[in-house]
């Protein structure tokens, strides 16, 4: 894990803040980012880190608000293929997975599902 987004994560927990990892998890082809990286979510839906930008962090953050809603974890798929990058504006193609896991402030609370 990313020293400063553990850094980040923990300010969020002690504050009383439940939080959203995203972590991308599996990549093919040309995708804009690799296994590894990852993205803080806020509840307030803004981010630090990234996993790739555009389509993927739009994907990340919409699921990012039904894991604080349901307080569940999720992995979610984008194809990035060449006509789908292209029609975007993408300099990429490819496709990625990105574990999206909700994590709870509460101690002993439920911080993941699925």
């Not at 959203?20 to 979510?41: D, E, F, H, N, Y």
């Not at 608000?65 to 798929?77: H, K, L, M, P």
Request: aromatic share 6%; charged share 20%; net charge negative.
């Amino acid at each position: 894990m990313d020293l400063e987004i553990l850094k980040k994560l923990n300010e969020e927990l002690a504050a009383g803040h439940p939080a959203v990892l995203a972590t991308v998890i599996k990549t093919s082809g040309s995708a804009p980012r690799k296994a590894g990286a990852q993205m803080l979510i806020y509840e307030n839906k803004s981010i630090f880190g990234t996993v790739g930008g555009g389509r993927a962090e739009a994907n990340a953050i919409e699921k990012a608000g039904w894991a604080f809603e349901s307080r569940r974890s999720a992995v979610i798929s984008m194809d990035l293929n060449a006509s789908v990058a292209a029609q975007e504006g993408m300099a990429c193609g490819g496709a990625m997975e990105i574990f999206i896991q909700y994590i709870a402030a509460e101690a002993g609370s439920d911080q993941a599902g699925d």
